[in-house]
């Protein structure tokens, strides 16, 4: 499961570190691939099958943002065009998010839970395979 969230990390630290400061918001200091804003931290509490739900949701279409803008990024041979691709990236991948329903921290906090929390990943692993 690391690999599939290191993937997802890795995309999310390149697209939303070249993105520009919006409300506060950074990578540094924050859970593997997360966007927390500025005095914001990750909830403590239990993730309910909806919020689940919504999650597997956000995260598919961010995969499928990364499968998409992945080979156009590695074909740009200007840094001033990769820097705008992994902006515009960041910006859809957090609309992805919000138009979940999630907020871009909680879906950040359950990313933290589901690296940390065996059960969580369970639930996870049996939704993505109902879909």
């Known amino acids: 499961m690391r690999f599939l969230f290191g993937i997802l990390s890795l995309f999310f630290a390149t697209a ?3 993105a520009p400061q919006q409300s506060g918001t950074t990578v540094e200091g924050s859970p593997e691939g997360a966007v927390v804003a500025d005095g914001e931290k990750p909830a403590s509490v239990s993730t309910s099958d909806e919020e689940l739900q919504q999650f597997a949701e956000a995260y ?3 995969v499928a943002i990364r499968t998409t803008v992945g080979p156009e990024l590695k074909a740009l041979k200007k840094e001033s065009e990769k820097k705008a691709l992994k902006k515009e990236a960041g910006k859809e991948m957090r609309k992805a998010i919000q138009d979940t329903g999630l907020s871009v921290q909680r879906f950040n906090a ?3 839970k589901l690296d940390n929390n065996p059960e969580l990943r369970k639930r ?3 939704l ?3 879909q």
């Open 110 to 112: 359950i990313i933290q």
């Open 60 to 62: 598919k279409k961010i």
């Open 124 to 126: 996870f692993s049996a």
């Open 128 to 130: 993505m395979k109902k």
């Open 16 to 18: 939303l570190a070249a």
